[in-house]
């Protein structure tokens, strides 16, 4: 089946620091792969997605390469702020086609605290 | 486009009690997901539909649990009787086919004492 590991948190930086949050998965097919942000108290929201090898997604300055070959889609950002505190949900979506189009899997989720 | 929208946004009952969770997914989109968030279990899906029809409900705890999908526009996710250990937060998400991506509501935090 599918599944989503991401990398254990809590991750605690200081303002402007470089982060990086793992994720690797397993999955038949291509699926398409997802970041999502949780701020405290509220729903998740889409970060930025790819959904082929090699694409890179971003948005806010972050950054995901989805990479067949190792099956990662890491999450990046070269500067991050105290507004970035999160929780952050790597996920993939199910190949097209197949009765669970549409379903996502889920990592269990990274805690994100920047610091001034 | 307002989102997803779910109600209550709080809730506060106790054992035993009906709790009935309401969401309205965005106009067009025909799919829509049931989660549950706590702290030991992280984001868990309960059960999703497509075009209104239940797809997979295997994460559904239990017969307590049951959700309808009346029309395109409406479900609910009831609870009963409701016990302690389904105090969390209940989170609706909806997408359309064509886009894949998931919108989240705001979501309902639930107590039960």
């Known amino acids: 089946g599918n599944s989503v590991t991401q990398m254990e948190g809590p991750v605690t930086l200081s303002e402007e620091a470089f982060l990086t949050i793992n994720c690797t998965y397993t999955a038949t097919g291509y699926p398409s792969l997802f970041w999502y942000v949780q701020y405290p108290g509220e729903g998740l929201q889409l970060l930025l997605k790819a959904t082929k090898a090699d694409d890179k997604g971003s948005n806010k300055g972050f950054e995901a390469t989805y990479r067949k070959e190792t099956t990662s889609f890491h999450l990046e950002k070269g500067s991050v702020q105290v507004s970035d505190s999160a929780v952050y949900f790597c996920a993939l979506s199910a190949p097209t086609g197949g009765t669970s189009y549409g379903k996502l899997t889920f990592g269990q989720g990274t805690i994100l605290t920047v610091h001034p | 486009d307002a989102g997803v929208i779910q109600s209550p946004r709080h809730e506060v009952t106790e054992m035993g009690q009906e709790v009935t969770l309401r969401c309205k997914p965005i106009?067009?989109?025909?799919?829509l997901f049931w989660y549950r968030q706590t702290m030991m279990r992280g984001l868990e899906l309960l059960i999703y539909f497509n075009n209104n029809v239940p797809i997979d409900d295997s994460g559904m705890p239990e017969d307590r649990f049951s959700a309808k999908m009346p029309n395109a526009s409406f479900s609910t996710l009831k609870i009963q009787p409701s016990e302690p250990r389904d105090s969390a937060v209940y989170f609706c998400a909806s997408s359309s086919r064509r886009l894949e991506t998931q919108y989240f509501g705001p979501g309902t935090r639930l107590l039960v004492l």
């Open positions: 106009s067009g989109h025909n799919s």
